[in-house]
């Protein structure tokens, strides 16, 4: 059974930092690309980040270019999103996701498995 479970979540002030963690079970971690979204109530879940199988590769939403990173410890099998410099319209919950195609894509549909969310609430 496939499992993503999100963590580190909570309410940070603007400009402030945090780290989520995505921990991952039921598949073969390694192989599969991971990515970070996020959703606010009453519209679509966007896309935030991802990185390829490796970890060689990244790609990020502008709106979050140059504060947020995307990493992953496969020996953990464990993605994280560390977040900086955050600001009130990154508030969302955030959600992580599976990737087959190991190669780091950008939209929903390109995502078999994910997990619960993570609330995060930035105050201004």
């Known amino acids: 059974q496939v499992q993503l479970v999100e963590s580190g979540g909570g309410l940070v002030q603007a400009g402030g930092s945090l780290r989520l963690s995505c921990a991952v079970s039921?598949?073969?971690?390694?192989?599969?690309?991971m990515g970070w979204f996020r959703q606010t109530p009453g519209k679509e879940r966007e896309f935030v980040a991802t990185?390829?199988?490796?970890?060689?590769?990244?790609y990020y939403a502008d709106s979050v270019k140059g504060r947020f990173t995307i990493s992953r410890d496969n020996a953990k099998n464990t993605v994280y999103l560390q977040m900086s410099g955050v600001k009130p319209e990154d508030t969302a919950v955030y959600y992580c996701?599976?990737?087959?195609?190991?190669?780091?894509?950008?939209?929903?549909?390109?995502?078999?498995?994910w997990g619960q969310g993570t609330q995060v609430t930035v105050s201004s």
């Open positions: 996701a599976a990737d087959r195609n190991g190669a780091g894509r950008t939209t929903t549909q390109d995502y078999e498995s």
């Open positions: 039921g598949l073969t971690f390694r192989t599969y690309a």
């Open positions: 990185i390829n199988r490796s970890g060689g590769s990244t």
